[in-house]
């Protein structure tokens, strides 16, 4: 079964720093998408930035960039230049190519001011 | 453009109560999602929709859980009877097909007393 492993529940980082959240997963699949979504305080979840695991290139968002790292099954986000509207919840995901989704426990970020 | 609805936004029942969480996606997607999220939890997924068809049902419990979408457009999931486990937010999300991007509602926010 595939599994999703966020190692850091929560994390802080200065305003303007960059910060890096890490995530593993486990799985016997070739086929199958990355995700990291965000969720507020208001909780409406959103997608921050996806990568296909048939692509080699990582995946960058503006901001936010990742680290795919495919035999080590780890997908890192990094988030540049930090502001203050990034604090949030930040939850990894895989999904198998047959649609099977499964978040991790998510990753709590606080900014400094 | 309207993003996904839900309603009612926050329950409060007592065990035992029966319970409704109503969905609208957004227009033209036909992939919809029911998901669990408990405090300081991941979402789970509960329920996939494809359609009107439930393609991935199996995290759903079936003894007081339900869902239907009929008509391929909004849906109701239903808990019959509530547990005191059952207090957590239920999001749905949906998408125009479950390789593209899901976008989640709000969430409903179930205590159970």
């Known amino acids: 079964a595939q599994t999703v492993t966020q190692s850091q529940p929560e994390m802080s980082v200065q305003e303007a720093e960059t910060v890096t959240l890490s995530c593993t997963y486990d799985?016997?699949?070739?086929?199958?998408?990355l995700f990291w979504y965000k969720q507020p305080p208001s909780r409406q979840m959103i997608l921050v930035i996806r990568?296909?695991?048939?692509?080699?290139q990582n995946a960058t968002e503006n901001r936010f960039s990742v680290n795919f790292q495919k035999a080590a099954k780890s997908f890192s986000l990094k988030i540049s230049d930090s502001q203050l509207g990034d604090a949030a919840m930040y939850f990894c995901?895989?999904?198998?190519?047959?649609?099977?989704?499964?978040f991790g426990k998510g990753t709590r970020l606080h900014i400094l001011p | 453009e309207a993003g996904v609805v839900q309603s009612p936004r926050y329950k409060i029942i007592e065990k035992k109560q029966p319970v409704a969480f109503w969905c609208n996606p957004i227009?033209?997607?036909?992939?919809l999602y029911w998901y669990l999220q408990n405090l300081g939890q991941g979402p789970e997924l509960l329920i996939r929709?494809?359609?009107?068809?439930?393609?991935?049902d199996s995290q759903l419990p079936k003894d007081r859980f339900s869902a239907e979408r009929l008509k391929g457009v909004d849906s109701t999931l239903k808990i019959q009877p509530a547990e005191l486990g059952d207090s957590a937010v239920y999001l749905c999300?949906?998408?125009?097909?479950?390789?593209?991007?899901?976008?989640f509602g709000p969430g409903t926010r179930l205590l159970v007393l």
């Open positions: 999300a949906s998408s125009f097909g479950f390789q593209e991007t899901q976008y």
């Open positions: 799985t016997s699949e070739s086929d199958y998408y």
């Open positions: 990568q296909e695991a048939y692509k080699q």
């Open positions: 995901a895989y999904r198998s190519a047959l649609g099977k989704i499964i």
């Open positions: 227009s033209g997607h036909n992939t």
């Open positions: 929709y494809e359609n009107e068809e439930a393609v991935d």
